[in-house]
């Protein structure tokens, strides 16, 4: 073998080696987490715009926010809206508001569904929708039923979790009362407005 073919094959097993070094390397192929935490708010910043939302202390949005961010981590975008809910037994919600994903995009939403509990009466609520896993805002609309024991009360606000898809949505709303934990439901998405809720 010539001085240049033993050259080229220390230099393929050089190559090699280094090939399923870098493929047994746990770290290897993992997302890049500056690139995660630039396409997703962070608590900090979800503090601020839900104490600026509902008009609360930051001590008392930091409290929800905990909760939430324990759970699911940071945010990719969030829906900031207004809705109405009614019910006797069977119940109603309908709203709309603003997605504002974390690159800039926005899209006008509309949401309505049905709900059976235990609970009577109505409200008009803020809502502040923490979005997560969601890669394209078309995706948003869909129907969303909610997660099984998800909701709880924190700090005079109610939140509960919603999934579809791989796509999960925390509602935070505030002044809501037993509503948010004394029933289940789904809530659909959509680019208009839909008064059947079904």
């Known amino acids: 073998m010539s001085l240049a073919q033993r050259v080229l094959a220390m230099i393929a097993a ?5 090939t399923a070094h870098a493929q047994q390397d746990p770290v290897y192929g993992q997302p890049d987490r500056h690139s995660e935490e630039a396409d ?7 503090v601020e715009a839900v104490s600026d939302f509902f008009g609360v202390t930051a001590e008392a949005a930091a409290a929800v926010v905990e909760r ?5 981590g940071r945010p990719v975008g969030y829906v900031a809206g207004e809705e109405v809910a009614a019910a006797v037994g069977v119940g109603l919600r309908y709203g709309e508001g603003y997605l504002t994903m974390r690159n800039g995009r926005r899209e006008h939403v509309y949401w309505q569904g049905p709900s059976i509990g235990f609970d009577t009466g109505g409200n ?3 809502v502040f929708v923490l979005v997560y896993r969601l890669d394209d805002p078309d995706r948003i609309f869909r129907r969303f039923p909610g997660v099984e024991g998800s909701a709880y009360f924190v700090g005079g606000m109610g939140v509960n979790y919603q999934r579809a898809d791989g ?9 809501v009362g037993l509503r948010a934990g004394a029933n289940i439901g789904y809530l659909a998405y959509s680019r208009r407005r839909n008064w059947l809720p079904f």
Do not use: K, M
């Open 14 to 18: 050089a190559g090699l080696g280094f």
């Open 40 to 46: 997703s708010y962070s608590q900090e910043e979800v």
């Open 68 to 72: 939430v961010f324990s759970d699911l």
């Open 124 to 126: 008009a609520s803020r």
């Open 167 to 175: 796509i999960t949505l925390a509602p935070i709303r505030s002044g």
